[in-house]
């Protein structure tokens, strides 16, 4: 280079030196551990912050989750094994986010935004915040359009509405995914202006037990109003950690679009471990079962972000359905009181009513729901009101009536419509069943249509109740449909399309009781027929 571009050079850098200070806020890795790392140097970090820690192989990702008072606890979010003692750690100032746009409906993600279904990247409008603070009460309304499940026992006992927090709990394989998958699936049926965008978080579950959920989605053209977001028992526990908050976060984009959304934590038992051992290998002092002492606030944090908000503020509406597993029914363990005390209700699976075939097992009794009626439509609430007594008696009945002793006509009868109900109420895997055909069937046993039906030729009684009354009286099935009400008129037309329609099946409770008084009768003196036989 000639002479005097040099010297050019050096009297244009000269020029345009300035004697402005750069601050950067760096630190040091101190240790690595099973995804967590400790931090000396970064006096400024703050709690949710991003922080970029500088390998040999590059740039990996953190999240501070511990401040102390010599030292910094982050958790990875990415390969942990490339970081080593001695890197240099920077602050960026910023906290986790994941990108989200409308596009990322019919996708399969991990809690970062990274897609997992190889369909390609996924372009962000929007960054959501993973951790944010909950709506407050000036900002919501009152919980009161309904959220239809598609399964009777759920729409008619223990409604859902928009907005809810309503926890699925009990023991392992009783069902609770079954419940969840339904829901999602009985969107497909509501219009399209009106439907919720679903979003299943899968926290600590087998790649294999997602990919059929997922399959499974697809198979009923669910996917296209859903996401999936996967953090598997392989992955390390950060990302389970951050599974359910990113989900959140989705949910969130989509309510302050005025929009409803429905979110499923499957499930937050899993997530409480992976926060125990983050806490554990941050040296937090362990306490009850070793979990830490703020693990009520990691769920509470978590479902108060469950709201439905008033029109000034969009008008949208984020549910939640969190599942938490039992240990041989325990509901009075740690982390299932913590979250049945945050969730609005919950709807208990009991592994006894799944072994004697009730599908799904919910026990009337210890189910609840605290927004209740005011999340059905007006047909609905006017016949279930009486069923969960209904119920609830039957299965103590029942279980008196195994000592012995006589009946009064009175508890005989009772114990007939419970046995109905029961009959009733069942209802198979992935058959989420019409709001307007809910209230057909619903009608039929709380007017007491049924009585003269056996209780085991319900459900093909129901079969033809549903088929009768599509063929007859479409015209009142989309009355209900559309306003949410039944007349009395529609009513008595009804109840002659009901009795029709089972005829056939009709058998009164009289007449079995005398078949069985008849059959015990021509018993000879001194024994039973097996006893003869012997």
């Known amino acids: 280079m000639p002479q005097a571009n040099i010297v050019d050079q050096l009297k244009k850098e000269i020029l345009s030196f300035t004697d402005e200070v750069k601050e950067r806020k760096i630190g040091e890795v101190a240790e690595v551990s099973d995804g967590v790392i400790r931090i000396y140097g970064l006096s400024g970090a703050k709690l949710g912050e991003l922080i970029k820690v500088k390998t040999s192989s590059g740039t990996v990702s953190a999240m501070v989750l511990s401040l102390e008072e010599g030292s910094v606890g982050a958790v990875v979010l990415e390969d942990y094994t490339l970081i080593k003692a001695g890197d240099e750690v920077s602050s960026t100032g910023e906290v986790a986010t994941i990108g989200t746009s409308e596009k990322i409906m019919g996708r399969v993600i991990d809690p970062l935004g990274n897609p997992l279904d190889g369909k390609g990247a996924i372009k962000a409008d929007k960054f959501m915040a993973i951790e944010k603070v909950a709506p407050g009460v000036i900002t919501r309304e009152s919980v009161k359009k309904p959220l239809q499940t598609g399964l009777k026992v759920i729409d008619a006992l223990i409604p859902i509405g928009r907005g809810q ?19 999602i699936i009985n969107q497909k049926q509501i219009s399209e202006k009106s439907r919720p965008i679903c979003i299943y978080v899968s926290i600590g579950q087998k790649r294999s037990k997602i990919a059929r959920l997922v399959a499974t989605l697809e198979q009923y053209g669910a996917m296209d109003y859903s996401v999936v977001i996967s953090a598997t028992a392989s992955d390390p526990a950060p990302l389970n950690y951050l599974a359910p908050y990113a989900g959140c976060a989705i949910g969130e984009y989509f309510m302050s679009k005025g929009r409803d959304a429905l979110i499923v934590y499957d499930d937050l038992s899993k997530h409480a471990w992976s926060y125990r051992e983050i806490s554990l290998l941050l040296k937090r002092p362990p306490g009850r079962e070793a979990y830490p002492g ?10 108060e972000r469950a709201a439905k908000l008033n029109k000034e503020f969009g008008g949208g509406s984020l549910t939640a359905l969190p599942i938490i597993e039992t240990q041989a029914g325990d509901i009075s363990a740690y982390i299932p009181t913590n979250v049945i005390s ?31 009626g005011a999340a059905q439509i007006k047909a609905m609430k006017k016949f279930a009101g009486q069923l969960k007594l209904d119920l609830a008696q039957y299965r103590e009945l029942a279980a008196f009536t195994q000592f012995g002793g006589d009946l009064d006509p009175n508890t005989k009868a009772q114990i007939e419509r419970g046995k109905r109900v029961t009959e009733l109420m069942k209802q198979p895997q992935l058959n ?29 009684a129901q079969e033809k109740i549903i088929n009768q009354t599509k063929a007859k009286n479409s015209k009142i099935l989309e009355y209900i449909k559309e306003k949410g009400e039944i007349s009395p008129m529609q009513e008595k037309e009804l109840s002659g399309t009901i009795e029709s329609a089972v005829s056939d099946l009709a058998t009164t409770v009289e007449e079995k009781i005398v078949e069985s008084e008849e059959k015990t009768d021509n018993l000879p003196k001194g024994g039973s027929a097996s006893g003869r036989n012997r």
């Open 342 to 372: 945050i969730t609005d209700g919950q709807i208990y699976l009991e592994s006894d009513l799944f072994y004697q075939g009730q599908r799904p097992a919910l026990n009337a009794g210890l189910s609840v729901s605290r927004v209740g």
């Open 165 to 183: 927090r309503e926890l699925i709990i009990g023991d392992r394989g009783t069902g609770k995914t079954a419940i969840a998958v339904d829901t």
């Open 432 to 460: 989420p069943m019409n709001v307007e055909e809910q209230v057909v069937l619903l009608f039929a046993v709380s007017t007491g249509l049924l009585d003269k039906i056996p209780s085991e030729k319900i459900l093909d």
């Open 294 to 303: 703020d693990i009520f606030y990691l769920h509470s944090r978590l479902l």
